[in-house]
């Protein structure tokens, strides 16, 4: 490939308006090796100036690297800058902001960038003292009365990631069309080595008021309960720990190898506690100092997964919709009536169906919502847990309205420590969820590709050629677009949803295989396992 003269004129402008010289020197040298003809390089710079990053629902996320199509001070100073017309759009002009960061590569200098374009342009803005979980921006922001957060952070993404989320000023992520206003606003913006920067940020520490409220979470009296927990080398090891304590649950052991931040996440291949492998070491720990509850937490805090030891006394990470079901039934087993009448549950339609049939049987609102917290957190009134099966659980929206996992941890040891007081377990509960409401077992199949237009051509052919049958059970299909790019096959005991990711480059379709309510659970699981089995094999050749 070689360098066109329009691809060299942009990078040289880019250059130019990027204020930051680090970024400058490396787009330099990326642009002197193409024009050079190094191999590859060429391709490199092509990449680099395909952006810019969009801004989505979920806000930026990319690779830290210069150029408009990464994350960079130059795109953080133009995305702040539109972000800030945007607000002032909305009549908040000279509103308080939030501003909190993660420990990952870049997140020190992006963060004081957006502090500085936001008081420039007039806004009283609040930086978090340090890095720390995701979930005490969106807290900060009910708290305080802002008009926005935002929290710098690639949550589970790869090392090489960084991104830019944000909340409106009911501490909620944004929603259509505020996320169309905005990248219009970030591409009316001046170039970034114009935008306006000052210090003047107020450092805001809202920890204490967060814990005070998290440690009122438990249901129950009992404390005996010993955890092993880790933060995956992210940021929540420490807030983690002092809920804990400040919860009354004193006997807590850490991963020590992933309790400090590290933005290379050196002992993780794929620093997300669903990935096999990453969860090892967690495992290996409870298994040491015989705990009764396992916790993992990814890097920016707001995903929780949970360990558990099974019957034949191994330990395994329950899945997302395990996790789920069982603090959604804990939370309605436990709901003051008094406080919350008429409780609503909620969970989106790529997660397993039975927490609906928990709800039925508690006399409590469910409901179903597109994927991700955005759509959750709006679910309606009286709202008292939501959650997705990719570990993202709200156990408090009445102060945090977004997933949280420090949150849904402490939750999860006051569970644990009443069922140990009371000879149960965990594995039980599961059980006999199962047997009261059914068997919901799911997968998930996940296509990764290097072109994103492999995905449209995938769910164009779906559109135009549904399939008749899944694993030997006739299926309908329904369309979810214009609201979303999403497919949905149902037919007698069995589900699949596909969607394209929103974070990732893949191609993403979830399964359930699910059985009527029995007294034979082991007969139920199996035939579930038998369907789910097949199903998976059909779905991946419909992928392939």
Not at 81 to 110: C, E, I, K, Q, Y
Not at 392 to 415: E, M, Q, T, Y
Request: hydrophobic fraction near 45%; glycine fraction near 10%; include cysteine.
């Amino acid at each position: 490939m070689t360098v066109s003269s329009t691809l060299r004129d942009a990078a040289f402008r880019w250059i130019a308006d990027d204020p930051d010289p680090d970024s400058r020197a490396e787009l330099q040298d990326v642009l002197a090796n193409a024009l050079g003809g190094v191999p590859g390089r060429a391709e490199e710079l092509a990449d680099r100036m395909a952006g810019p990053l969009e801004f989505g629902t979920a806000g930026l996320r990319g690779p830290v690297r210069a150029g408009p199509n990464g994350m960079n001070v130059a795109v953080v100073v133009r995305t702040t800058a539109g972000v800030a017309a945007w607000l002032t759009a909305h009549g908040h002009a000279g509103g308080t902001v939030v501003v909190g960061r993660d420990a990952r590569h870049g997140s020190a200098a992006f963060a004081e960038a957006a502090a500085e374009v936001l008081t420039a342009a007039g806004f009283a803005v609040k930086t978090l003292p340090e890095p720390l979980p995701t979930p005490l921006v969106p807290y900060a922001v009910k708290r305080l009365g802002a008009v926005a957060g935002i929290q710098i952070t690639a949550s589970h993404n790869p090392p090489a990631d960084n991104g830019y989320k944000l909340y409106d000023g009911t501490g909620a992520q944004i929603v259509p069309p505020s996320d169309g206003e905005i990248e219009r606003a970030i591409a009316a913006a001046p170039a970034a080595v114009s935008v306006p920067r000052s210090p003047g940020a107020e450092t805001l520490d809202p920890r204490e008021g967060y814990l005070t409220e998290v440690a009122a979470l438990p249901r129950g009296t009992a404390r005996d309960v010993r955890i092993a927990a880790t933060a995956l080398h992210g940021v929540g090891a420490e807030t983690l720990r002092a809920a804990f304590a400040r919860a009354g649950f004193t006997d807590v052991h850490l991963v020590a190898e992933q309790s400090t931040p590290d933005p290379d996440f050196p002992t993780v291949a794929f620093p997300n506690p669903e990935e096999p492998g990453a969860t090892d070491l967690l495992l290996a720990l409870a298994s040491t100092v015989d705990a009764d509850l396992a916790v993992a937490l990814d890097p920016d805090a707001d995903r929780c997964a949970l360990g558990v030891r099974e019957h034949d006394g191994t330990w395994r990470m329950l899945r997302g919709d395990e996790t789920g079901v069982l603090l959604g039934a804990h939370v309605l087993s436990t709901v003051d009536l008094s406080v919350t009448p008429d409780p609503l549950v909620a969970t989106t339609i790529v997660s397993s169906s039975m927490l609906g049939e928990v709800a039925k049987a508690r006399g409590a609102r469910y409901a179903e919502t597109l994927t991700g917290f955005k759509w959750l957190v709006r679910a309606g009134e009286g709202l008292v847990f939501a959650y997705e099966e990719a570990l993202g659980l709200c156990v408090n929206p009445s102060f945090v309205r977004d997933k949280d996992g420090i949150a849904a941890a402490v939750l999860a040891a006051g569970l644990a420590a009443t069922l140990k007081a009371e000879g149960g377990s965990i594995p039980a509960v599961l059980d006999e969820l199962s047997r009261r409401h059914g068997v919901h077992l799911t997968d998930q199949v996940s296509l990764r590709v290097t072109d994103l237009a492999v995905r449209g051509r995938i769910m164009a052919r779906l559109r135009a050629e549904p399939p008749s049958s899944l694993a030997g059970v006739p299926v309908t299909m329904e369309d979810l677009l214009p609201d979303a790019d999403v497919l949905r096959l149902t037919g007698e005991g069995l589900r699949v949803v596909i969607r394209p990711s929103g974070t990732e480059p893949k191609l993403k379709a979830y399964l359930q295989s699910a059985r009527p309510p029995s007294s034979e659970l082991a007969a139920s699981r199996e035939a579930a396992a038998a369907r789910l089995t097949a199903l998976r094999a059909d779905v991946e050749g419909l992928l392939s």
